[in-house]
DNA sequence: GGGCGGTCGTTAGGGACCAGACTATATGGT
DNA sequence: ACCATATAGTCTGGTCCCTAACGACCGCCC
């Protein structure tokens, strides 16, 4: 497999719509979210807990109090049915707990179990130990290039 | 939401293992093939079909000749399973079909039909024609530096 | 104070993905 | 010719995500 992927010089001619440089832009951005997604699945496998269950841990921790699910699936840009069927196994694992909200009784507050927490921080410290890691081939002066040049795109994007 | 995702000066300290460019350019990678896919995902929501069916349809398209489901994984890099369920709802669809292989008895060779072969010019176009207009902000040699870091990256990621 | 629109969390149902087990078939070594 | 191994496609059961449709509850406005 080449890195990056490439596109034909004809390519362009081939397809009238086509920007050759923009689709290898799309098609590589769309490959490198994709690895390092799979980087960061594999490296929270052996904590036997998934990328989203480790988000919301994070959520509820940088928090330091209970949420409701609502501000979670905010934090998370998922829907709130999604939380739900996180909040299922995290509840599961006894990670998490939910309360009944003291005065709005539509709500329910989520907290942290003293496991859950503790996990909270193991996953972040797996999860940076993996970016350190990967990232090392760029510089410091190209990780500030390629968040830059990130930002401009997804300013248009969002 | 800002754009890039930066994170705070005492994050590091925070966190040992961390290192503030790599976490940085972590989120912004991930954030930004996200919103590359939901844009294609939204692209594609009128033709009806998911971005895996349209991937599968441009492989056929591209191969000019009836494949087996194991060469659409490997080009997918997706596993067969995965194959077997997306060919599942584009046979549902009409726009493939599926026949056994004339000599070697394990395989299947998946035909598009009529109504696939469109379908896939029409995904193409419909793809294409999105990406010129959100990766306009980026000049082509932006675009040449960002596919550049993009490829360092996928070396180590792989 | 009685309704009524809006918000909360959940449920139901569906698609894309995976790992692992299973069946059928092909093939290479002896 | 035979058997071990490898390969192809599928099935099962699981996660993560979605939309749509609930029922419960809050608040505001008449």
Redesign the interface.
Known sequence: ?E??IRVSRDFAAK?A???S??????M?????????????VSALQPLEISPAGGLVLGILKDAGEPCPPNYISERLIVSRATVTGVLDTLVKRGLVRREPHPTDRRMVLVHLTKAGSRMADTV??TV??G??D?????S?H?????????????????
Chains 1, 2 share one sequence.
């Open positions: 497999m890195m990056p397809y719509d086509a920007s440089s923009a689709t290898e832009c799309a590589n951005l769309a490959r490198t979210g994709d690895l390092v997604l799979g980087r960061v972040r410290r940076h130990r970016e350190a990967w990232m090392g081939p760029l410091e190209e990780r500030a290039q390629l968040t830059e040049l990130l930002g401009k795109l997804q300013r248009n994007l969002a």
